[in-house]
């Protein structure tokens, strides 16, 4: 083996770890709509962001650091979008494919991306992602029927996930364990309520318990970590337009996870999506990444 060989190992193994991420994520999201028959979406939810919360602050201890009232207020809020964000996807994906509803979702961040569009190639990215979407709408094809309660629920989750992106950067100047640690947290006490109330004392179901802790290891803990270390070796363009993947990943792990089989006109949509953020991130010409880290 060459000197350059481990070089070329130690390079290819952020994306390794980034792609490994995606698929971790969208896996546990998988596993958590197999949740759904137990405690429902909500409960499902609750158990997702109350475990993270519990191992996050175990790790991170977010309490040795007092914080200043207005960085405090900055968190709650991030934590409430966090929680909000995870909540409506989650019932999205109760009755629409798991592919499609990331694909909606995703529009949030690019439309974020894209707010401040001046570049006749902005508007192409912008107009890409309008048909991706609208190929998703029925318009008289019986096949392409999705629950608009699913579509509402996964267009909020967009929105929050914009929001997410405004909080989390309000954030940016704290100790980064220590904010999504308590940010888990406030999400955690926020969602609580909204799966006690669905599933009530189905969520002592030592099974259920089981699944929910695997649940939050696999969608929260794991692709975090696996994210962390792809963000030290990729550059910020490479890892937005990497991220762009994501609704490919979810409908492949739908698939082949849960069955969920799409049109090619469903999969046209998809490709439309992921074009138009891959496009918007290269075009960024202040080569940030798209501010939208692994979430859901």
Known sequence: MSRT??????AFLPYVCLLGAM????AGTSLAKSLFPLVGAQGTSAYRVGFSALVLCLVWRPWR????????????????????MNLCFYMAIRTIPLGLAI??????PLSLALLHARRLSHFAWIGLAVVGLALLLPLGDSSLNLDPVGVAFAAAAAVFWALYIVAGQRTGHLHGGQSVA?????????????GIVAAGARLLD???IGLGLVVALVSSALPYSLEMVAMRGISKRSF????????????????????EQLVARQWLA????????VGATMSDQSGRRQEAPLHD
């Open 5 to 10: 060989a481990p070089s070329r190992l130690a």
């Open 23 to 26: 698929v971790s994520l969208c």
């Open 65 to 84: 650091t007092p914080l200043a009232g207005k960085d405090l207020l900055a968190v709650v809020f991030y934590g409430a979008v966090m929680g909000a």
């Open 103 to 108: 694909a909606i979702e995703f529009t949030g």
């Open 182 to 194: 308590l940010g888990m947290l406030t999400a955690a006490l926020i969602i609580a309520p909204f």
């Open 206 to 208: 030592p099974t259920a």
């Open 240 to 259: 937005g337009v990497m991220l762009s993947l994501e609704p490919a990943v979810g409908a492949m792990a739908g698939l082949l996870l849960l069955g």
């Open 270 to 277: 998809i490709a439309f999506v992921i074009a138009a953020s």
